[in-house]
Each structure stands twice: as structure tokens, then as C-alpha cells.
């Protein structure tokens, strides 16, 4: 991680001129063999993609968090995950596909108002084996495109170890196939750029006072509700679920953890069990907790839109771009959701 801004842009080949009046060409032009090739970073990950960006739009997947829909399949295959607040306390996790797409993920549930958000910064188009009549209309309104179950989409199929509503399984590669790409307009985080030094020491000054120390950890516990928490710890680098639902060798191992409290609302209905819904407010500004190896930074996030990019800054006012890599994002309740390190 390290306080500068990325800034995308062409590298421009020069022609220099000499002095005395003599025209005669000293750089080669662009066309001779010179230039180096513009290779363009994932918008998931940050990291280079050689072979151009997947003819695939972004897929959000809807995946079940809870022992009920055990074990999660395919999540080592995503760039990106999140963690949102669901009816009851519970959470459901957004797995983003895009650089490999699984013929087997699960198991798939239902979509929220939440998702309108989280897959706006690139154009992500969700899976869900359904979702309530009024999301449904406020995804729709949004322009986020949808493949539901419910409503005919391609690639579902069952698991016959498990009974509804946790069996439902998707084949990415023959959604694919019926899909159309979605236009990205912009990373989903501000990456570091590559070969950018990370943070160092800070430079010795004529001050007494001693530097602030960054904090570190090697465990955390990610609190969404009394009933509800996720613990983490540092493993060969990788921040890694201690109680997740995904078998360990398959599971997501995030480069990058960030915790993002946010406001939570009514999003306007109840479940069949009568518990109001919420709907995480994925725009604005909130204090932010990010995890790369044993350093940890508090940060602020800020997303002026549904669909901007995700920023961050420091206490001293300073942008904090993320280290391309996988990330996972929790997605905590501010007010109520809590982080505690170890």
C-alpha cells in the first residue's frame, strides 16, 4: 500500500530535436519497434492483464453464508469478494467473477437492493436464484443487468446433496455464452502502480517526538450482528477465513482485507419470517480498516456514486491506494458492526 495516486496513462514516444540547426532524428518513432506495450490492469485485482481484458462482463454472484448452504464452491476462482448484511443478522457473500469464470459456483441465493452498488464500479451484471418484487424493480431501474433463476437464466442446476433454497448451483462459462459485455468504466479501488515503492520508514526529522507506530495484527474478528461475525487470520501472507464455509483448500485468500463501515436502511419489505430487510448504502464517505499483510491502516472510504470508484485516505489527509491483488471487503454496519484485532 502507498500513499500515491494512480494516474493511467499512455507513454508517449518523443522525437528530439538537436541544437545548431541540425534536424536530424535521435528517437525512433513509436511505429520503428521502440515502443513498449500499454498492457491494462484488471479493474478487479489490479494486476496486468497481457492477453487484454476477457470478452465476459463482470459476474456478481450471490452466494450463501451460512452452514445451511455449505460448502461455498468456486470462491478461490473470484477476484473480489464481499461480505453484506442480510434480514436476520445474517450475511451473504457478492463473489465477483471476471478473469476466470468457474463451471460450478454456489450455492447461489437471492439478490438485495444492496448489489445495485457493489456492482456499479464496473458494470457488474448479478446472478441470484431470485430476489423480492421490489428488488427486482430497483435493480431494473438501475440498469444493472440480471440473471436470475427465477426468470429463465441459463447455467443453473442442482446439487443433490443438498434441498432448496440451498442446492442451486451456476456454470459461468454457459452464462457467459448468453451474456453481453458491460462497459467498465473505472477500477473498482484505486490501485498502487506497479513498480510504485511501498510505504517506508519515515524519514528522519529534527523533531523530538517520536513517529507514530502503524498498527499490526495477525488475527481479526469482523463483527455484522450479535449472531454474526467472521474470523480472520494472517497465513502465509494471505488473509484467510478461520470459520468460513468454503473448504480450506478452495477458499478465498485475500491479499488485501478491508473492513467498510457503512449506513444501513430500510430497504422497504420484509422476508417470509417478517424480519425487515436492510439495504447497505454503498455511496458516500466511512471509516474504513485495511489489512495487507500484518499492517494494519485506518482509513476513510469515500464513493460519491454507486458507480465510482472506491478511494480511500489516511489520517493525514493523504490518498491510500490498495496493492493489486485479491481483495475481500466487509461490508460492516456502521453503528452496530465492529472490528477487533489480535
Known amino acids: 500500500m502507498t500513499s500515491a495516486l494512480l494516474f493511467t496513462a499512455a507513454t508517449l514516444t518523443l522525437a528530439g530535436c538537436s541544437g545548431g540547426g541540425d534536424d536530424k532524428k535521435t528517437t525512433p518513432d513509436p511505429d520503428e519497434g521502440t515502443a513498449e506495450k500499454i498492457v491494462e490492469i484488471s479493474p ?7 492477453d487484454g481484458r476477457p470478452d465476459n462482463p463482470v459476474f456478481v454472484v450471490k452466494i450463501e453464508n451460512t452452514y445451511g448452504g455449505e460448502p461455498q464452491i468456486g470462491l478461490n476462482k473470484a ?39 457493489l456492482a456499479a464500479p464496473v458494470g457488474g451484471q448479478i446472478i441470484a436464484s431470485g430476489g423480492a418484487n421490489k428488488t427486482y424493480k430497483e435493480v431494473r431501474r438501475a440498469g444493472t443487468t440480471i440473471f436470475s433463476e427465477d426468470h429463465g437464466a441459463p447455467g443453473f442446476s442442482s446439487d443433490p446433496a443438498k434441498s432448496r433454497p440451498y442446492n442451486r448451483l451456476i456454470n459461468l462459462k454457459t452464462v457467459a455464452r448468453k451474456a453481453k459485455p458491460t462497459e467498465i468504466v473505472g477500477p473498482y479501488f484505486t490501485w498502487t502502480p506497479e513498480g510504485a515503492a511501498k510505504e517506508s520508514e519515515p524519514a528522519p526529522t529534527d523533531s523530538a517526538t517520536p513517529a507514530t507506530e502503524p498498527k499490526t495484527a495477525r488475527a481479526a474478528t469482523v463483527r455484522f450482528s450479535p449472531g454474526t461475525y467472521t474470523d480472520w487470520a494472517l497465513k502465509g501472507g494471505k488473509w484467510i477465513r478461520t470459520n468460513s464455509h468454503a473448504p480450506r483448500a478452495t477458499d478465498f485468500k485475500a491479499d488485501t482485507m478491508i473492513v467498510m463501515f ?19 448504502v454503498v455511496k458516500g464517505t466511512g471509516r474504513a480498516v485495511i489489512f495487507n499483510g500484518k499492517t494494519v491502516t485506518e482509513a476513510t472510504w469515500s464513493k460519491p456514486k454507486l458507480s465510482s470508484t472506491i478511494s480511500f485516505t489516511g489520517a493525514d489527509g493523504q490518498p491510500i491506494t490498495i496493492e493489486p491483488g485479491k481483495v475481500f471487503v466487509e461490508l460492516a454496519p456502521k453503528g452496530n458492526g465492529t472490528v477487533r484485532l489480535r
Open 79 to 117: 477476484d473480489l469478494v464481499v461480505e453484506e448484511l442480510v434480514e436476520g443478522g445474517l450475511t451473504r457473500l457478492a463473489a465477483f467473477f471476471y478473469s476466470d469464470l468457474p463451471s460450478t459456483v454456489g450455492h447461489v441465493r437471492s439478490m438485495r437492493t444492496t448489489d445495485i452498488g
Open 262 to 280: 457503512a449506513r444501513i436502511v430500510d430497504a422497504g419489505y420484509t422476508d417470509i419470517s417478517n424480519n425487515p430487510v436492510p439495504e447497505t
Open 44 to 50: 478487479l485485482n489490479g494486476t496486468p492483464m497481457p
